[in-house]
């Protein structure tokens, strides 16, 4: 999937020839902060680069538009994206609709239509890359997700566990000293959606400037952590309520693990056979075999 910042990068591009020196830092700064560079009006983007606030005015009509909010307006969808909150989308929703089976099967087919999109998206390259990190037995596997992203992030973590012992969950209240465990080489697993969590992106630059390797869910390529990714998965998250849906996240994250059982069978076989003994020693559950 192309990432949308393209668009802009094209129109910057068409524009060049013209630019002097202060337009091609403006152009970096665009596009190195896009979309939310955007969002800034032309004096708050002149004090960012400390530069003329009337030379940032006319750098907008050499790539094509006729001021700054017009270039904001053409990309109004990728910025609402981001910064949009689930308050904003209740407001918009509109009236409130009975509920009906039918209208609980429209949410089934969405969440259907999220999982054969994320499918459509996936390349053999990413999946392959994705096995290869997660197989080397010298990588240490450290997964991080805050808020509703946890959810995931610990869901992946349970999972992997059950065939690798140096798995871990990254706790938010203490990042960084947990970040501080992480050695050259070893890997980070990041799920990045919307709002977009600063410690996500914090947190992937660090272990790809420390020299680990970053595997990034996110549900758009402009998410923050996804330009830090070494292997990136896009999910779509579309809902017809005021929240995103995670349900082809967690359909990807079944698909790439049953994959991974075929290739550690034996080390599944053995982490079972402990843990059946463990249950029944401790007596966990009320139907033993």
Same mark, same amino acid.
């Given at each position: ?15 060049? /020839?013209?630019?002097?020196?202060? +337009?091609?830092?403006? #152009? ?21 680069? +400390? ?36 308050? +904003? ?16 099967? /429209?949410?089934? /087919? ?32 450290? $997964?991080?997700? $805050? ?18 012992? +140096? ?57 923050? #952590? #996804? ?45 079972? #056979? ?16």
């Amino acid at each position: 999937m192309e990432h949308p910042k393209n668009r802009l990068a094209e129109k910057i591009s068409q524009g060049a /020839e013209a630019f002097t020196p202060s +337009d091609r830092i403006i #152009a970096d700064y665009l596009l190195r902060a896009y979309p939310l560079s955007l969002l800034q009006s032309a004096s708050e983007i002149a004090n960012e680069l +400390d530069i003329n606030t009337t030379t940032v005015t006319r750098f907008f009509p050499k790539i094509g538009y006729g001021n700054i909010r017009e270039a904001r307006t053409d990309f109004r969808h990728d910025i609402a994206f981001m910064v949009n909150s689930p308050l +904003d989308r209740f407001r918009t929703q509109g009236e409130e609709s009975k509920i009906t089976v039918d209208s609980l099967s /429209e949410v089934m /087919e969405m969440d259907l239509s999220n999982i054969q999109n994320t499918l459509s998206v996936l390349s053999q390259e990413t999946v392959a890359l994705f096995f290869e990190l997660i197989g080397d037995r010298h990588k240490a596997i450290f $997964t991080l997700g $805050t808020r509703k992203e946890f959810s995931l992030a610990y869901y992946f973590f349970v999972q992997i566990s059950s065939f690798r012992n +140096d798995t871990r969950l990254l706790n938010p209240a203490n990042l960084i000293d947990q970040l501080a465990n992480i050695q050259p080489g070893e890997i980070l697993v990041a799920f990045d959606f919307r709002r977009y969590s600063r410690f996500h992106e914090k947190a992937c630059r660090y272990v790809s400037e420390a020299g680990g390797n970053v595997i990034v869910f996110a549900d758009s390529p402009i998410a923050p #952590a #996804a330009s830090l990714a070494d292997c990136l998965f896009l999910v779509n998250t579309s809902g017809p309520s005021v929240f995103d849906s995670y349900t082809a996240g967690m359909t990807l994250i079944n698909a790439l693990l049953y994959k991974m059982v075929e290739m550690h069978s034996s080390d599944l076989e053995g982490k079972q #056979a402990r843990l059946d003994s463990l249950y029944e020693q401790f007596d966990v559950f009320k139907f033993q075999q």
